[in-house]
């Protein structure tokens, strides 16, 4: 049964769908907020140039999805299925992003939940290309429902940047993985990472805390 990078799924809050060339007006819509980039990598990607090349390699990579709020009927984002990998029986989750109005763990862990119940249908792992392990990721994994590898990145002999880890650790990282080498030549397989708690809202008469 060969991987449908491309799917259709449906939860509670989103559904998401195939990405389509009509739907940039809408898209960039949501990623003209610089703010949603601000700590990311690619901090003008909200300058329209720069997102019509975001834009455009996503349709031609074969594995955009577009993350449709069910309750309002509008895009709030995209992710992206990528690199399967028959042979090793993986394939790669990531160049996610949302509104930040739908920011604070709920649609992000319903889309991820939703993306990775479908790969394990045909691959035994997914990868998540990188980050540190701050906590940061501990929501997206939270409700993962297979089988997740972590592995470790060991800092190079030579003198790297306190600040630029995503060059100097983790883009030549990734440069391996497109190269074809497996993911666990990369370090050392940890047994976890750091989860940070979130908190659960509480209704009062007053409001919500």
């Avoid at 940039?24 to 601000?38: K, N």
């Avoid at 998540?128 to 701050?134: A, W």
């Amino acid at each position: 049964m060969s991987f449908e990078l491309q799917p259709t799924l449906t939860g509670e809050l989103l559904t998401l769908r195939p990405l389509r060339r009509d739907d940039w007006a809408d898209l960039y819509a949501v990623a003209s907020d610089p703010l949603i980039w601000e700590q990311h990598p690619a901090r003008e990607r909200w300058r329209e140039p720069v997102f019509r090349t975001f834009f455009d390699e996503a349709l031609e990579s074969g594995g955009a999805l577009a993350a449709i709020d069910r309750a309002a009927s509008r895009i709030i984002g995209s992710s992206r299925f990528f690199g399967h990998d028959p042979d090793r029986r993986d394939v790669e989750i990531g160049w996610t992003f949302l509104a930040r109005s739908h920011w604070g763990g709920r649609d992000n862990r319903e889309m991820k939940t939703l993306m990775l119940d479908h790969a394990f249908r045909f691959v035994d792992n997914v990868l998540f290309l990188v980050g540190p392990d701050n906590g940061v990721l501990s929501w997206a994994l939270r409700d993962a429902s297979g089988p997740v590898a972590i592995y470790e990145l060991p800092r190079p002999d030579h003198d790297i940047s306190t600040t630029f880890h995503g060059r100097d650790l983790f883009a030549p990282a990734a440069a391996r993985l497109a190269l074809g080498e497996s993911s666990s030549s990369l370090g050392p397989c940890k047994l976890g990472i750091v989860r940070l708690s979130w908190p659960q809202p509480v209704r009062h008469a007053r409001g919500v805390d």
